[in-house]
Nanobody, 123 residues
């Protein structure tokens, strides 16, 4: 059974930090790129970051460059998103998703999705 489970969301003040985790099971973790997306009420789903071991690549949306860092622990089948200097506009439900081999910019390309974790940043 394929499963992606996000955790680590919560309420934080502007300028604070959170670390999100995405734990994967039921598929060959090393053969997939893992992306983070977010969606705020009334807004479109937005790509945030992605990591691929297949081509040793990471990607970040312009809005989070310099503030967010993506990393992976293959022994634990887990991807992390360290979020620093959080802003109110970062408030959203954050999802992790899996795509074979390489990162892609469009959420419709991804094969598997987690249920999401809420991040709320107060001003």
């Amino acid at each position: 059974e394929v499963q992606l489970v996000e955790s680590g969301g919560g309420l934080v003040q502007a300028g604070g930090s959170l670390r999100l985790s995405c734990a994967a099971s039921g598929f060959t973790f090393d053969d997939y790129a893992i992306g983070w997306f977010r969606q705020a009420p009334g807004k479109e789903r937005e790509g945030v970051s992605c990591i691929s071991d297949s081509n040793s690549s990471t990607y970040y949306a312009d809005s989070v460059k310099g503030r967010f860092t993506i990393s992976s622990d293959n022994a634990k089948n887990t991807v992390y998103l360290q979020m620093n200097s959080l802003k109110p506009e970062d408030t959203a439900v954050y999802y992790c998703a899996a795509l074979t081999y390489w990162c892609g910019p469009y959420f419709l390309e991804y094969d598997y999705w987690g249920q999401g974790t809420q991040v709320t940043v107060s001003s």
